[in-house]
């Protein structure tokens, strides 16, 4: 029996992945000296959504050719990368007014709708959990949330299942006891790995990737928002 939801956050309640891609575009536009945000970010960003922010400031470092621009700073060039990209993200990008325009209804009444029912609902993200406390503010949903686990409370980010696990432990139940709503292949395989009942729900950022996994089911893969609502009565009746 299904007892409780859990949600990915980033490019499944809100579209705040593409907000943090282009904030890395503006960055490495000013590092490089471009006269237009970086439009290689972006398409670097929809190659590995769903990734820890070590692995996405890492690989813009790389595949940009960031590290000279960043030579002058101390520490390692992915953690200053990842400290300009936080700072532009935070007070340019993910506003108030953007987030909230950014949300996903289709998702976010989904969640309102389980807690209502009596469900247990919480969020399990890679976002660090002070940054994720934000946007479920901005979304009104933080008051009906039974848990909210973040990066920064487990050990290994997705693709590893150790968040989900987490997260089933503190709200009390099994993982087979629980639905997770992903929207990246990264985070479905954490999902799938966790030993959840998993849905896949895509978005601008994840669908070519949802198309391309393996490890989940392509019923369990929502391309079309409107046909959710009937791929969660079929989850939660498989699961019986």
Known sequence: MIRAFIFDLDGTLVETEMLKARAYAAVSRDLLGLQDPDERAISLYSRIVGATDETAARAMVDELGLAGSLSHTAGEPWRALHALQSDRYRTEFATGDA???????????????????????????????????????????????????????????????EIYLKTADIL???????????????????????GTHCIAVASAFSAAGLREQTLLAQDWCVYEPEKLAGVVERRLTAAV
Do not use: H, W
Not at 102 to 109: G, I, W
Not at 122 to 131: D, V, Y
Not at 151 to 157: I, K, M, S
């Open 172 to 194: 009390g139940v099994a993982p087979d006891e629980t639905v997770v709503i992903e929207d990246s292949a990264t985070g479905l395989e954490a999902a799938v790995r966790a």
């Open 99 to 161: 987030l909230r325009t950014a949300a996903y209804p289709y998702a976010v009444d989904l969640l309102r709708r389980q807690a209502e029912s009596g469900m247990l609902v919480a969020i399990a993200t890679s976002s660090f959990t002070e940054q994720a406390r934000r946007v479920t503010a901005e979304l009104g949903v933080e008051n009906v949330l039974d848990a909210l686990v973040g990066r920064d409370q487990v050990t290994n980010g997705k693709p590893d299942p």
